[in-house]
DNA sequence: TATGAATGAGCGTTCATTCAT
DNA sequence: TATGAATGAACGCTCATTCAT
């Protein structure tokens, strides 16, 4: 019984799920309507706000969800030698993450600059980032006067620095790629 | 004539942004409306609009305003030996910055996340600071493999990470002090 | 200036009550929907609420408009003789405040129940109800041992007790007409 | 078996009046929520609607078993010699009725205006309560020329007046008792 | 420049009631 | 009877921005 409705809760949550999915892969995450996801998903708009607190409740966990699987990814990597491998592997989840100013704005505001009361999921995607490149740090050649965590976070620093220059205009003549190169060689090679 | 004009143009100038001022020391920055702005103004709301772009114009400019006040005191400042003193010189204007969740937000869009169109006085704070940090790396007792302006700018990229994390749940042991000396020490310190 | 201004200002009023009257005459005061309201007026949502309160209050303005023009009429009636020449008087506008459940029960809510507050139009209505009918029970062979404003008063209270019972499934046996002149003539008539 | 279910139906029914009056008597009857009264109760939502037809249902019998408390003590009364004591003895019921706007608008609906389909409780104590008023009009020194039922019901309809012009604005200069004083003396004592 | 009514598009809410299990 | 997720249909609101005068 309880299992019944529990299937039945979590159905409605996969097809407004899925129905959000459709309409951010045909538009953008900044065109999302939640009149349009449960529309699509064949539900009541007050089944919507059962199922999540607010619009921005929805976006953090389909951002979250890509942010992980580019976790999931990069987990998977064996231990990277340089900062040319590093800066590509981070690329893809980069080039996601700045896709759509949008979503760089919700990132920032929920990252680190939001969950004061409750820990959300883009929350702990950054958690997770930092043990990702943590495990790297302490294997590969870079510096080692300071913990991996702690390297960890000066990644995730730079990077944020490096994405939020990407949508300033007075940073335009380099690229992301290559200011971010310049940062982490600075940050991760051992001074001499 | 001309100057007449002009002396009232400023005068209503001037009485917006006393408004404004106003209120934003009685309530916050993000309660600012500017429905009241104009009200204590004594203006029409369309006058607001033939002053300042928009509404994040006003708010730049008035956060613009504090921040190139401790700017105007770091630049008197005398070179600094350590990190210590760097840290202690950098708080007023990180308090600051982190008094309200919307101060931050507002600043990280238009540092590096939103001036793709125009380059604006928050903007423009963050070049001005990364020169004064500069002026202070070249001849401290700092790490030289690299350009003091690069120095600088992953000094802005910590302070970000450090200020982003004091409004993080998860990151709340440590006080935004204690990790911004760690992440200078570690960037700003020779590894040996 | 101005003038212009409270010119454009009382057109959009005007057309917002326009389509409204439209809605009801095609459909009922029940059916009308701020969003068609607003759809006819070719105005926008926001437009309305800066004109009305509340839905109800457009609704109290366009009962009271009916009630006004019935009371206008009766104005106009010269005295009345007899009871009967009272309650087909009063029929009109009776059988337009019992038209619809939703009438009957607005107007209860508003006239007495509702306007602790604030003095609706509805409210006013029924004082000036009291007023006319009052005149008529001055001159007329009506009891005069009380005023004709307590008079006029009781009449009130049996106009409403026979609406009332109208919608009554227990008393339905007597049309709302035979049960106002029983009860007005065991009011209005001296008991010799 | 049979016996069984009953008692748990009846012990259901009893959970559910006994939180509702819980809730009542903490906040208000306008304040009562079916979603709090099951969460009190320990029930669910769904049980709430196959003990009560709706949430109305539940209302008009909470209302009416205060409506009949008093009807309890008004039927122990002896006969009634004046206006004075009838107003003083009517007094507690009449101050229950308007004790909350939700109340009186709710007694008014269902009184008259509602029960068209069905006739419900507080249809039935008002019934009752014109039974009441006219046993003690039967007797006492009070007008005879008409019957003591329609004399009853032209109580009702000026204690109804009464209460209504307690909550309209216009009307508060003078009291409900004293309102209701003139009221019942113009209407019950002989002309003359 | 100054005015201020009008815009607008979507969000979140409300909560009694229903219905498949 | 009991369950509780889902329904539903408007309402009211938000408030920076625009535009005709």
């Not at 990277?80 to 990132?107: G, K």
């Amino acid at each position: 019984m309880t299992k019944t409705l529990q299937k039945r809760t979590l159905a409605t949550h996969s097809k407004l799920l899925e129905a959000a999915r459709a309409v951010i892969s045909e538009k953008s995450f900044e065109a999302l309507r939640v009149e349009e996801v449960v529309l699509r998903a064949g539900v009541a708009k007050g089944t919507f706000f059962s199922h999540f607190t607010d619009k921005d409740a929805l976006m953090e966990q389909l951002i979250s969800e890509h942010i992980n699987a580019y976790l999931n990814d990069l987990e998977l990597r064996k231990a990277l030698n340089d900062v040319e491998d590093f800066v590509e592997a981070l690329l893809p989840m980069i080039n996601f993450m700045t896709s759509e100013r949008y979503i760089f704005d919700l990132i920032l505001r929920y990252s680190g600059a939001a969950a004061i009361e409750k820990v959300g999921d883009i929350s702990m995607t950054f958690e997770r980032h930092v043990k990702v490149v943590s495990s790297w740090l302490a294997v590969g050649p870079f510096r080692d006067d300071i913990s991996p965590k702690l390297l960890a976070e000066g990644v995730q620093a730079f990077l944020v620095q490096a994405m939020a220059l990407k949508f300033c205009a007075l940073h335009n003549s380099e690229s992301l790629e290559d200011r971010l190169l310049t940062y982490l060689k600075a940050w991760l090679t051992p001074t001499l």
